[in-house]
């Protein structure tokens, strides 16, 4: 395995290379959790965002914590709640510039500022998982950070 190395450069050209990397790190691995793992710790090592996590859809009912890096974390997440289950409820990406201004966010650590949540479909387009993405600042996520998640998730 090569070590995750990101040239400096634009967020775009950053997620550029991280994709090309992420494909080559997961396109062998049948593991979900591991593949789960490896793209969490690249995707926060990259960027060095405050949360970086999975949630996986559990008894279509729940979001169950997966793997992630970052401070302690929500264990449990009931659909429809939060950014977490307001993205799967609703089957697309959040970007919340400022968490305090979203209805019902749930506060996992009041360090967190804005947020990305990004939906992982099944072949039948049934929500599996989520990408979870929090930032210490405001209006860290973008278009941007939206084609290129939504890119690197669809390799799972």
């Known amino acids: 395995m090569e070590e995750l190395i990101i040239s400096s450069g634009t967020k775009e050209e950053k997620y550029a290379e991280l994709y090309k990397q992420i494909k080559s790190v997961v396109e062998d691995e049948t593991d979900i959790i591991a593949n789960m793992a490896n793209v969490v710790a690249m995707i926060h090592?990259?960027?060095?965002?405050?949360?970086?996590?999975?949630?996986?859809?559990?008894?279509?009912?729940?979001?169950?914590?997966?793997?992630?890096q970052?401070?302690?974390?929500?264990?449990?997440?009931?659909?429809?709640?939060?950014?977490?289950?307001?993205?799967?409820?609703?089957?697309?990406t959040l970007i919340v510039p400022d968490v305090d201004q979203?209805?019902?966010?749930?506060?996992c650590s009041s360090l967190s500022k804005s947020e990305i949540v990004v939906p992982i479909h099944d072949t039948d387009n049934n929500v599996k998982a989520v990408l979870d993405i929090d930032s210490e600042k405001l209006n860290t996520f973008d278009m941007?950070?939206?084609?290129w998640l939504e890119k690197i998730v669809n390799l799972l």
């Open 70 to 92: 970052g401070p302690l974390a929500c264990t449990r997440i009931k659909k429809g709640r939060g950014v977490c289950g307001t993205a799967w409820n609703e089957n697309h």
């Open 45 to 68: 090592e990259t960027f060095g965002f405050w949360w970086t996590g999975f949630y996986r859809v559990t008894n279509n009912e729940l979001l169950v914590l997966g793997p992630f």
């Open 144 to 147: 941007i950070d939206k084609l």
């Open 102 to 107: 979203f209805p019902g966010h749930i506060a």
